[in-house]
């Protein structure tokens, strides 16, 4: 740990000691070891259910509480983990260092770089305490060692904030400034693997890149958490795949596609809600192949722009949530003051209406949860319902 032994001993005996308790303590020792515990046990709840394996160490030392809110977990990692080539990695922009660990397990020699030399430290020390020795830790910045450090693939999450923790949304102010760096990247190894806030528009950043081969949209329990992308050593102009994965509770649910295909799709439009409604999930909705799934899974699209599909038959392997239609109701002010007295609690979503979530929940007087799902949306020919499902 990069601290003294003695108060890496107390840190170690009090992580599971109630925080406020502990703080009671404070005055009785004469260096700020309880605070630094306290400290430690705050950023291990984070990462509890994010990163057990990391949790169960107890010999890990964590920089900073921030460290564990931003790093990545121990779902998305190793999925990334999968993506690096050839025998040596680095990753420009370590961090907590989550990422590199787990690249560690896929790669033979890995290179962790960090401008924050307390992190270099606790990064040191921590792969230590996880028997990860293939990792070599370089205090510099990702921008000056760019040039320095040859791998196979390099791998970079800029930061998207500035120095006074304003959030930014331009590639360009990133930190590091991956537009100024990856040609040099792409000239020393194979790959160039760039993690964008899932906030980002795909199209936007293809621009920026036009060296893309490959786009990973990650979703958790169907949160969209990372957008990855992926250059190579190829030409330009080649098609871009794009690959979208949710991990839901016990299931892994895939679709991949090409951006040709969904740009010539052609969906079929519902002539009436069949016997099941499906809702693409959340990695599905951000690739923006909303034609293309209808067409893969023999699906009918309710509208253009509704992004909800039908069918008579059920479809067990879509790549989102499936739902069976009990009831259609069409929507009208008359059916919102009524609809409490049958539905009084219900799971409510909208897509393509006029009304948002918490207007309709607020007029309806329907209450949240139940096994009732409602979605509020708009038909192809135009009319305005309220679908009643169950899961």
Not at 17 to 23: A, C, R
Not at 152 to 172: C, E, H, I
Not at 259 to 267: I, T
Not at 361 to 380: C, E, P, Q, V, W
Request: charged share 25%; proline share 4%.
């Amino acid at each position: 740990m990069p601290l003294n032994p003695e108060i890496s001993r107390f840190i170690r005996e009090h992580l599971d000691d109630n925080p406020d308790q502990l703080l009671w303590k404070k005055n009785e020792y004469p260096d700020d070891r309880v605070v630094l515990a306290v400290e430690q046990i705050q950023a291990r709840e984070n990462i509890k259910e994010k990163l057990p394996s990391w949790y169960a160490c107890r010999d890990i030392f964590y920089p900073s509480k921030l460290s564990t809110e931003q790093c990545s977990s121990e779902t998305t990692a190793p999925y990334k983990a999968r993506l690096a080539t050839g025998n040596s990695l680095c990753d420009l922009t370590g961090g907590l260092g989550v990422d590199t660990y787990f690249f560690s397990r896929q790669v033979d020699k890995v290179t962790y770089v960090e401008r924050d030399e307390s992190y270099c430290e606790a990064a040191r020390s921590n792969f230590l305490a996880l028997g990860a020795t293939n990792i070599e830790v370089i205090h510099a910045d990702a921008t000056t060692v760019a040039s320095q450090v040859i791998a196979d693939t390099y791998y970079v999450d800029p930061a998207r904030r500035t120095s006074d923790n304003k959030r930014v949304f331009a590639l360009t102010d990133y930190a590091p400034n991956v537009l100024e760096i990856k040609e040099t990247l792409l000239q020393q190894g194979q790959r160039l693997i760039i993690k964008i806030s899932p906030m980002a528009d795909l199209s936007a950043v293809l621009q920026l890149l036009p060296e893309t081969t490959d786009v990973h949209v990650v979703s958790v329990r169907n949160e969209c958490k990372e957008l990855l992308f992926v250059l190579d050593k190829t030409p330009i102009n080649q098609a871009v795949n794009i690959h979208t994965v949710n991990f839901a509770t016990d299931t892994e649910q895939y679709f991949s596609f090409l951006l040709e295909e969904e740009k010539d799709a052609q969906p079929r439009y519902m002539s009436h809600i069949g016997s099941y409604l499906y809702e693409p999930n959340s990695s599905v909705l951000k690739s923006g192949a909303f034609k293309l799934v209808a067409n893969r899974y023999g699906l009918e699209k309710l509208h253009p722009h509704s992004h909800l599909y039908t069918s008579d038959h059920l479809v067990a392997d879509f790549p989102g949530r499936a739902f069976q239609v009990k009831e259609i109701l069409d929507f009208s002010s008359k059916l919102l003051k009524q609809i409490s007295r049958t539905i009084p609690k219900a799971n409510i979503t909208t897509r393509n209406f006029k009304l948002s979530v918490n207007e309709l929940r607020t007029r309806s007087k329907i209450k949240d949860g139940g096994t009732t799902y409602l979605f509020a949306t708009t038909l192809n020919d135009g009319r305005a319902v309220i679908v009643r499902t169950e899961k």
